[in-house]
C-alpha cells in the first residue's frame, strides 16, 4: 500500500499543482508529501517534476506516469466500489461540495446523521460559492443551485426552487419600492460575483417571457451570505432562493418585492461523474440528501 500511497500523492500533486495543496487535500503535511514524492522518483528512476518557488510542473516522464497512474488509482477505486456493493458494508471518503448558505443550512448538519447510518463512509464536505472543478478538486458529488454546463457529468435533480428579490424596509423606505424591472436597473443590487462567475445578470418572468437585467450596484461578494447580511443592513437588494430568506421575510427584516415579474427559479441538483454512481456509497449519500434537503425545504417554507 505504501507505494500506492505514494502514487496518490504524485497524482493530486499534479492535479492541484503543489504539495501543501496536495497535502491539506490527502491530510498530510508538506513534508510528508515532500517524501512520498522523493521515493516514488527513486524508485521509478526519473524526476517526475519540475520545481519552482512556488508550483510544481511535470516533467514529460511525469505526464506519462501521471496519465497511467490516474487510471490505476481509477480501477482501484471502481474495484473497491464493487466489492463494497457485494460485502453491503460501504466505506471509505466521499468528498462534497455545495455553496455556503445551501451547504450550511441543509447538508452539515445531516453528515453526522448520515454517518450514524453508515459509519464505514467518511464525508468531507467543501463549501463555496465559487464554481468548484470537480475533477481537478476530486469532488464526487456537487449540490449545485442552478444549470448543468459540463457534458461530462450527470446530474439528478432535487428540487426547483423559487427565488426572490428582497430588500430591508429601511432600504425601500429610503429608495423606493421597485413595481417594474425597469424600475429595478436604478436600484443598488447586491450581486454574487467571483472571477469565472457565469450569472452575471438577474433573470425575471415577464408577461413576455423571461427578461435580463443587467443590474447593478455599489456591493457584490463571492459570498451568498454576506449578501444577505449588507440587505439585511438596508444596503441594497438580493436575489435569493426563498428558502435562505424566509426566517427574515416571517420576521419582516425582509420584504420581497416585484411579485408581478419574480425570479426564474432555480434547480437544486446533485451534480457528480458518470462512474460514480456506480459506488454503493455514492448513491446512499444521494439518496439521503435529496430526501432531507426536500424534506427541510418544505419545513423551512412552512414555518416549522
Partial sequence: MAYLDNVA???RVV???????????????????????KELEKHLGVRLFNRTTRQLTPTEQGRVFYDGAKKVLDA??????????????PRGTIRVTAPLGLGRRLLASGIPEFRDRYPD???????????????????????????????????????????VLVAAPSYLDKRGEPKSPDDLLAHDC????????????????????PRKLDVRGPY??????????WALAGHGIVMKPRFEVEPFLREHRLKTIMTDTPPIPVQLAAVYPHKKYQDPKVRLLLDFMAERCQRMIRDILDGH
Fill in 9 to 11: 500523492v504524485f497524482v
Fill in 15 to 37: 492535479e492541484l499543482g503543489n504539495l501543501s495543496a496536495a497535502g491539506r487535500d490527502m491530510r498530510i503535511s508538506p513534508a510528508v508529501a515532500s517524501n512520498r514524492i
Fill in 76 to 89: 482501484v477505486a471502481d474495484a473497491e466500489a464493487a466489492v463494497s456493493a457485494l460485502s453491503g458494508q
Fill in 121 to 163: 463512509i467518511e464525508v468531507r464536505l467543501r463549501l463555496s460559492d465559487h464554481d468548484v472543478d470537480m475533477m481537478r478538486e476530486g469532488i464526487d458529488v456537487a449540490f449545485r443551485l442552478g444549470v448543468l454546463e459540463d457534458s461530462s457529468l450527470r446530474m439528478r435533480g432535487v428540487l426547483e426552487c423559487e427565488r
Fill in 190 to 209: 447586491l450581486m454574487l460575483r467571483y472571477p469565472g462567475a457565469r450569472e452575471h445578470f438577474w433573470t425575471v418572468r415577464t408577461s413576455d417571457g
Fill in 220 to 229: 457584490d461578494s463571492d459570498d451568498g451570505d454576506v449578501l444577505t447580511g
